[in-house]
């Protein structure tokens, strides 16, 4: 719990004493900095943990050469630089970035102790294997080979789909598009990462809406802000940094601050506006605001007219929630949502954040697009200080997606259409008959297994347990590779344990043994492989605002751990297609080359704009961060002058084009080749009779001052602009489509850069559309969530049918219609604290970080405790609805309302009040275990891209 603590920490009997024996003493701030290597004088945490990492003395950090290494932060998106010292192959010490635009000198509790990472005393050192109930120390090779032989012999007896690939978001751009390079020469779309389980219907409403599913402004551009309103996110906690930049705008602007939430959280402490609403209803919450918008005319009615397609139908949805039905569903008084909607009105630009809170629901594509549409109709999108500012979770969570990590793509979000597995094979020189070759040639519904959607890591569990006829793919999972990923964040851990132990293999590809290791009580079959951390290799990383960083190696590799990329091309190798896949990568003894795996991708997402950002622009960036402005991020003079930080995608056509990134997505203010947009044409021209391009509104400088569609060859040829390509250029196109060619296939970039020359944006100059019209719901609307206590709303708002997809049989209605708020009365809601990160198996493995939250815990309002008969400090047993169920502290608080309980979802290692830490490998337990608030947690999927619901399900405490 959050609470100060005493002078030394308490010791414990048996193997739960190592956090003691850790830190002994009493850690104040002035020791944590030192130890954790933001002060010189060195090791502490080695020392304190008796390492077997070499020791550097301070003498010897003073008198020898020390190396000062840029890298990125390895937790959250924000991107915050680290500059690492390195003295004797060493890692020191470490300072904060005070160059970079993005943290501004400042670390937060996790960034300032990542160093203990390089030299953590809890992580996997070599290979090891699970033999008759014990862990076993293996070889590289003998690893390698035995995993490689099982899987070949369960693709021989049932196929390619039945290896699961689950990717990681903690992996750089170039790892993670090899793994999916990887997955696609094995033959399976079964591969995914974090993104489905935190931002997934964030990326699917977000680009449905408008064309592109990421943040479309940037944490600095929130300077510029007149309002900030918040919902579903506690950046206090989970992207402490942020809060930098939207205090600043809070301060300098006198920009009211408006916090959203179930919860009084840390961020909500700093809101001007606290609004408290019911989990599950935000879109009736949002609905609530735009009533009163439009009730008053507060619209923007030019920007509506020429710029969004569809907000008639979304009038009529919102004239439906009247003040009274708002607070009915929501619990929020309508009055409050007058105020927020009139101080919204009167304070443009504004801009709108979201994160997790309000992407883990059934209907979480309809929130996202709920809140996409109250910008929409304010007139904040396409400018500074406005937009809607998303903040993904992991530092690479965004780069993962963009590099296609996904069960539903290929790199740059192409799709896994014929055209798209083309475009890929061009790329990759690959025989486009020999890849298909790779897949089964099983076929359902009358789509072959190369382009069905994979099962997504949310319903991995179903691909090992649901009957094989009841599936969209010839058998069952049998192995699964959870290569960087925390079990214990996915729900219905109880059914995770039963398929962990029907798996044929389980591999485990991570610097840390995570809850993958002990979970289930599996005596064989069990592989551990030691990765190194981020800061043991180098490449480009994304943060939320699109921006690339990129990292440099601060330390070889430790123990026996290898880089990704290096297992991969082992892989690669057993498996027999190594040649294949890196025919343009070169490799160093084992180890591709990062750089040649960055100009591959280059050379292939042109519908990204991850094209011009050469490993030489990102350096070039990365050496003169002091260039850049800190608010508008575009460097003033000096190697990069003109270029926005990071080359914010899109940065369109190739890098000898030298566009400077796009840092405000669809800003109609700024010209195309200095860094504007329109809402991308990925929609058609028209619908139902209505015009869907944009209404005389275009770039500065544009030939064509309208809307237009996305731009081919044979639009050129039209305009009469196909002059302007080179000789190279027309063949390249030529030799792919011909007039048909378009400016996401060209793999010359000559059609972007034509375009651009005129004026126009590649993609098209088209409206956002408010009405996604192939979703299951249109027009968003509020939907009660599978589990709920509210039974007087669900005949009002039910959920969905029953429904077969992403393979998998997905149950709504079913589940629904039973009434467990009997039994189970009150919401369970989940989210982040600000000393862990993740699944958490990295920070609670760091003594300086453990120190901190030591308890795994339950908030329960003082109203609901006293009814309880519960005391703060005291054991409860929280239980959902499905019977799995968690032994943790409780913590009495007014954070949360009556009826409402949080839970933290960063501990593992406990079970159903069972202490696995005998489990783990010897020496690699971390410091503090406890339950996963996931045990408790229920089944529950969005309609469309399959994320799981974690805010919004049910549950009942009892003193333990």
Request: charged share 20%; proline share 5%; glycine share 10%.
């Amino acid at each position: 719990m959050l609470r100060k603590k005493t002078n030394s920490v308490g010791q414990r009997a048996g193997r739960t004493n190592i956090l003691a024996q850790a830190a002994s003493t009493s850690v104040d701030r002035r020791a944590f900095l030192r130890g954790s290597g933001l002060a010189i004088g060195g090791l502490a945490a080695v020392a304190a943990t008796g390492g077997t990492v070499t020791q550097a003395s301070a003498a010897t950090a003073v008198n020898g050469a020390v190396e000062t290494i840029k890298s990125v932060c390895t937790h959250c998106s924000v991107g915050c630089t680290v500059v690492a010292e390195v003295a004797s192959g060493v890692w020191t010490g470490q300072e904060p970035g005070w160059d970079s635009p993005f943290n501004l000198g400042a670390h937060c509790a996790k960034g300032a102790a990542v160093r203990e990472h390089a030299h953590g005393e809890r992580r996997l050192k070599y290979p090891m294997k699970k033999e008759n109930g014990e862990w076993v120390r293996i070889s590289w090779d003998q690893a390698i080979n035995e995993i490689g032989d099982g899987m070949m012999k369960i693709r021989d007896e049932s196929g390619p789909d039945s290896v699961y690939w689950l990717g990681s978001a903690k992996s750089n751009n170039e790892q993670a598009y090899l793994f999916r390079k990887f997955a696609a020469y094995w033959g399976t779309n079964n591969v995914d990462h974090q993104a489905r389980i935190c931002h997934s219907t964030t990326v699917a409403g977000v680009a449905n809406t408008w064309g592109y599913g990421a943040m479309t402004n940037s944490y600095n551009d929130i300077h510029n802000s007149k309002a900030i309103f918040l919902i579903g996110g506690n950046p206090a906690e989970a992207h402490p940094v942020s809060l930098l930049h939207m205090l600043r705008a809070k301060e300098q602007n006198n920009a009211p601050f408006i916090v959203c939430d179930p919860r009084f959280t840390r961020t909500a402490a700093h809101a001007d506006e606290y609004v408290r609403f019911r989990p599950g209803t935000d879109v009736a919450l949002i609905w609530g605001i735009l009533y009163h918008i439009f009730e008053n005319g507060w619209e923007d009615q030019e920007f509506i007219r020429t710029r969004v397609w569809g907000m008639d139908q979304i009038k009529e949805e919102v004239a439906k929630w009247t003040p009274e039905e708002v607070e009915r569903v929501t619990g929020t008084p309508g009055s409050q949502l007058k105020r927020v909607a009139r101080t919204l009105a009167n304070n443009r630009p504004g801009t709108v954040i979201w994160c997790m809170g309000g992407t883990q629901h059934t209907n979480g594509n309809n929130n996202t697009r709920a809140y996409c549409v109250l910008q929409l109709a304010l007139g904040n999108m396409g400018t500074a200080g406005g937009g809607t500012n998303i903040f993904r979770g992991h530092d690479n969570v965004q780069g993962a997606t963009d590099l296609g990590v996904l069960a539903n793509t290929l790199p740059g979000y192409y799709g896994l259409s014929d055209g798209s597995w083309a475009h890929w094979a061009r790329v990759w020189e690959e025989d486009l008959d020999w890849l298909k070759g790779r897949f089964s040639d099983a076929e359902f519904g009358d789509k072959k297994m190369m382009n069905q959607t994979g099962i997504p890591v949310s319903r991995w569990i179903d691909g090992v347990l649901e009957d094989a006829e009841n599936m969209d793919q010839p058998d069952n999972t049998r192995a699964m590779v959870f290569w960087g990923h925390a079990p214990n964040s996915q729900t219905r851990m109880k059914e995770m344990k039963t398929a962990m132990e029907k798996l044929d293999m389980l591999v485990v590809v991570d610097p840390y043994p995570t809850v993958s290791a002990v979970l289930h009580d599996r005596e064989d079959g069990v592989y551990l492989l030691p990765a190194c951390t981020q800061f043991e290799t180098y490449g480009s990383v994304t943060a939320s605002n699109r921006s690339l960083q990129w990292r440099e190696k601060v330390v070889e590799p430790l123990f026996e751990s290898l880089p990704d990329h290096t297992i991969m091309h082992k892989f690669a190798t057993k498996f027999g297609f190594a040649d294949k896949m890196f025919r343009n990568i070169a490799v160093n003894g084992e180890e591709p080359l990062i750089e040649d795996i960055t100009r591959e991708f280059n050379r292939g997402m042109w519908t990204i704009g991850y094209t011009g950002q050469s490993p030489e622009r990102l350096r070039m960036h990365m050496e003169n961060q002091h260039t850049f402005d800190r608010t508008s991020l575009r460097a003033i003079g000096g190697p990069a002058d003109g270029d926005y930080y990071g080359l914010p995608w899109p940065s369109w056509g190739t890098a000898e084009m030298n566009h400077p990134g796009t840092p405000n997505l669809y800003d109609m203010s700024l010209p195309v080749a200095e860094g504007g947009l329109a809402f991308r044409a990925r929609f058609g021209v028209e619908r139902d009779g209505d015009n869907l391009l944009a209404e005389g509104v275009s770039n500065p400088g544009a030939e064509i001052q309208d809307g237009y569609p996305e731009f081919t060859m044979q639009m050129l040829m039209d305009l009469g602009w196909d002059g302007d390509l080179t000789a190279e250029e027309r063949a390249a196109i030529d030799a792919v489509a011909g007039p048909k060619t378009n400016w996401k296939t060209d793999l010359s970039g000559g059609i972007q850069r034509v375009a651009i020359k005129h004026g126009c944006a590649p993609f098209g100059n088209a409206k956002a559309r408010a009405v996604v019209w192939t979703f299951p719901d249109p027009v968003p609307v509020h939907r009660e969530p599978l589990y709920t206590n509210r039974r007087d709303l669900v005949a009002d708002y039910p959920t969905y049918e029953d429904k077969k997809f992403w393979r998998l049989p997905t149950m709504y209605k079913s589940i629904q219609e039973n009434d467990f708020s009997a039994d189970y009365p009150i919401v369970l809601t989940s989210g982040r604290l600000v000393e862990y990160e993740g699944g958490g198996d990295e920070t609670r493995s760091n003594p300086w970080l453990a120190e901190l939250q030591q308890d795994m815990f339950v908030e329960v309002n003082p109203r609901d405790a006293n009814n309880l008969g519960i005391r703060d400090g005291e054991q409860v047993w929280v239980e959902g609805p499905e019977g799995g169920k968690v032994k943790v502290m409780a913590m009495v608080t007014e954070r949360v309302a009556s009826g409402v309980a949080f839970m933290p979802f960063h501990f593992g290692g406990h079970l159903e009040g069972e202490d696995l830490r005998s489990k783990y490998p010897e020496g690699a337990d971390p410091y503090v275990l406890g339950e996963s608030t996931n045990t408790a947690q229920t089944y529950g999927y969005d309609s469309v891209t399959q994320m799981q619901e974690t805010k919004a399900t049910l549950c009942k405490i009892w003193a333990a």
